[in-house]
């Protein structure tokens, strides 16, 4: 099986039909393809000899039609993370490989429309290369193939049943896969997508504005809507509200269910080019915490004997593979009644004074102090212990009283899982993405104890 480019061809067809808004700019199929073609020159100017193109943008229309680009001169795309994103004292280049860049510098000559041309590519073949987030260590850099992202795409229809006339509005990074794989269901299923960054203030506005059908979101975006009135209505009116990234808590899920929003929470990773499994609120009678939820079409997952979460589906990459398209991914599960569910990261389990601490079963006890305590535990390098869990916490939500804590943690845990220590901040920091950054964490920590 091969794979045809959609934008060229409706860009002859329908070269007037809106492919999608960015920042509040209306993009035709025409206009994208024009990017693209400029993006086609430039390409065409570096080193023939080189397989690999580093796309450096902030701007999303250079991000997107660069990808494309690429994709049409054979060229393997390297997405990094928008400059604010990237983590500290990383240089992504080098994680990637060979690779000559390509800037916003280049001088990119406006083309005449030109006759359909048409570009077909292999199911095999690399489309693109995404990283990780890179929230507890390194970033790494995973090949996304043609086939991953068009089964991908395929197994999100079958879910949602996309339509033309569909609104999808994008809030996340379009430099990983939360963001990308919006961008690669609207070309094979032809809905429009309207990109924004994300703002808290603006959000509302946003799905006025565009009249969303669908929105993408992190936990950490829709804790941020609880208790609006307005934000219910909003999320009411849509088809589908997609929130993965994370697992959510049980506020969220009864906010949800309360009010009526068709939400779906999903599961999946750069490595399975987005969500491969999830679960309607609305089909749920109780809330399970970190539920996995039903597989998606063509997709297994399984517990296997080292309690790592596998998967087998023809979504998983092409670097992350160990045979016949499974993926053992790091994340420790557990089958309770026939249910899979998320238990840990491998490298959320440290060992402190000879003793195994499970860092997610002190999160689960936590989650019990509060409904909107925002904290986070992490495992912390220690001279005496070998390591020791820490609890960081926001004291902005709610005023949180550090004795009645740390007696709460003494009730709810045994004695070798009791925090070391009890550090307040004012806001907890995030990634673009809406994820913890756990690389400042860690340096909030070391400013802390030194």
């Known amino acids: ?3 045809y480019d959609l934008i060229a061809k409706r860009a002859c067809k329908v070269p007037r039909k ?14 994208f393809n024009q990017h693209v073609q400029r993006m086609q020159s430039a390409i065409k100017g570096l080193n023939r000899d080189c397989s690999r193109v580093v796309l450096d943008f902030a701007e999303k229309i ?11 001169e054979k060229k393997i795309p390297i997405l990094l993370p928008i400059r604010k994103d990237r983590v ?9 490989g060979k690779a000559v860049e390509l800037n916003s510098s280049c001088i990119l000559q406006q083309k005449n429309e030109t006759p359909y041309q048409e570009y077909v590519y292999c199911l095999d073949d690399v489309q693109c290369i995404l990283f990780t987030s890179g929230t507890n260590g390194l970033p790494k850099p995973i090949e996304l193939t043609f086939g991953n992202n068009y089964y991908s795409s395929k197994s999100w229809n079958k879910l949602l049943d996309f339509s033309k006339n569909d609104n999808y509005l994008n809030v996340l990074p379009v430099s990983h896969i939360a963001g990308l794989s919006i961008f690669f269901r609207s070309v094979y299923f032809d ?17 006025q504005l565009c009249r969303a059908d669908y929105l993408s979101i992190v936990p950490k975006i829709g804790y941020d809507l609880l208790n609006n009135k307005e934000a219910s ?29 068709n939400a779906y929470i999903s599961y999946g990773m750069t490595e399975t080019s987005s969500g491969i499994a999830g679960y309607f609120i609305n089909e749920e009678l109780v809330f399970c915490q970190n539920y996995v939820g039903i597989p998606h079409d063509n997709v297994k997952i399984d517990i296997n004997e080292n309690q790592r979460i596998q998967v087998q589906s023809r979504m998983v990459a092409k670097n992350c593979k160990i045979n016949s398209d499974i993926y053992v991914t790091n994340d420790i599960g557990v089958i309770k009644d026939n249910k899979i569910f998320f238990k840990n990261r491998s490298d959320q389990v440290i060992i402190s004074g000879g003793k195994n601490i ?20 992490v495992g912390y390098d220690d001279l005496k212990w070998g390591a020791v869990p820490i ?12 004795l009645e804590l740390k007696k709460f943690c003494k009730r709810q845990l045994p004695r070798y899982m009791m925090p070391k220590h009890f550090i307040e901040i004012k806001k907890l920091p995030y990634l673009p993405n809406q994820k913890i950054n756990y690389n400042e964490i860690k340096q909030i920590i070391l400013g802390y104890l030194s």
């Open 233 to 261: 209505e909003a999320l009411r009116r849509l088809k589908t509200l997609i929130v993965g990234g994370d697992a959510i808590n049980r506020l969220f899920f009864s906010f949800c269910r309360d009010n009526e929003i």
């Open 88 to 96: 500290k004292d990383v240089d992504y280049k080098v994680i990637a």
């Open 1 to 3: 099986m091969q794979l």
């Open 18 to 31: 809106t492919f999608c808004h960015i920042d509040g700019k209306e993009y035709s199929y025409l206009n």
């Open 191 to 207: 809905f429009t997508v309207h990109y924004f960054q994300y703002s808290k203030k603006l959000l509302l506005d946003y799905i």
């Open 391 to 402: 609890i960081v916490y926001e004291n902005n939500r709610i005023l949180v009283d550090k």
């Open 62 to 72: 250079n991000l997107l039609a660069g990808l494309v680009a690429c994709n049409r």
């Open 358 to 377: 499970d860092i997610g079963t002190i999160e689960s006890s936590l989650l019990q102090f509060n409904p909107i305590f925002n904290f986070v535990v």
